[in-house]
């Protein structure tokens, strides 16, 4: 007996990295997977017609069953077909993944268009239209979960602008799936994974890892550390979670925290600029928090001491 037993779904960029051992999972667990991927490269160019099949052939040798589909999550209308593919084939869709990722990773000044296009079309456009498709689908049966993924870069990275945006909108556009999609006893939820695959493999300084070596606590492991998170996630013992992000990689699990207010002041009728430059100061001083992912950033900025450098 498997936690999915009878059940089916889509997940894309399963052919291979943190998707690929999702799909493994979910397949071993009892479900029939639907596997998206189109077979790019990590920024995204080239297309492998074999890396979704190689999946699917996979599974398949170790007695789980899967349908694989070279598709690119950019396009509408393909996404379409993914959630078509798997009604079709297994007659439901239990669960959708939004796994398919790219990276394009450039300092702010020197990011072309293509840098930040190409990054916001695959993560925030390939979220938006595989969840959509697979909401029209879970909307009729008034069942079903979807998974969307999104990283730590959330918190803002040197150079990746364009996948901090993208990944920090999925967290959001979860959080609003959630509330929509509630009423139709769907959830939907956010996995933050983090695992040595060939993504990370492609930052600088970044290029190792061995698993032998894992530091106790360590938050960076193998895709294979990240797949329970999903199996979990689509299984029905996780029916009462929904709009939440969930952090897995390594030995380190965590619950992530929604954007709220920090603090809040009134005042009747409002701030006037005067106001402004006496308020900010005397109450947000001390209270601001680090931005970026080291949490190294510029603590209350001295403005002075900047323009007196340049
Ligand atoms: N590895 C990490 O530590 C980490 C951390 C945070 C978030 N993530 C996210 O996890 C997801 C999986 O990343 P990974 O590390 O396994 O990467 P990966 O490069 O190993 O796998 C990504 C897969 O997505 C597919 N893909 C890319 N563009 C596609 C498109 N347009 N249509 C269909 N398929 C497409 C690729 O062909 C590839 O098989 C990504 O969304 C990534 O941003 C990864």
Known sequence: MGLLDGKSGVISGAGRGIAGATADLLAAEGAQVVIADLGVDVDGTGADTSVAQLKVDEIQAAGGE??????????????????????????????????????????????????????????????????????????????????????????????????????????????????????????????????????????????????????????????????????????DEAKWITGQVIALGGERLALWQHPREKMVITQRNGFSLEDLRRAIPATFKGRLEPSGMAQTSYREIDFEAVAAKK
């Open 66 to 235: 899967a349908t694989a589909l070279q598709a690119n999550v950019t396009d509408s209308d393909a996404c379409d077909n993914i959630v078509q593919t798997c009604l079709d084939t297994y007659g439901k869709i239990d669960f959708a993944i939004t796994a398919a990722g790219i990276l394009r990773d450039r300092a702010l000044v020197n990011m072309s268009d293509e840098e930040w296009q190409g990054v916001i079309d695959v993560h925030l456009n390939g979220t938006f239209f595989l969840a959509r498709a697979a909401a029209r689908a879970m909307r009729q049966q008034r069942f079903g979960t979807i998974i969307t993924v999104t990283s730590i870069s959330q918190e803002g990275n040197f150079g990746q602008t364009n996948y901090s945006g993208a990944k920090g909108g999925i967290a959001s556009m979860t959080y609003a799936m959630a509330v929509e999609l509630s009423r139709y006893g769907v959830n939907v939820n956010s996995v933050l994974p983090s695992a040595f695959t060939r993504m990370i493999a492609s930052i600088p300084g970044q290029e190792e890892f061995d698993v032998g070596k894992m530091q106790p606590g360590s938050a960076m492991g193998t895709a294979e550390h990240v797949a329970p998170l999903f199996a979990y996630l689509a299984s």
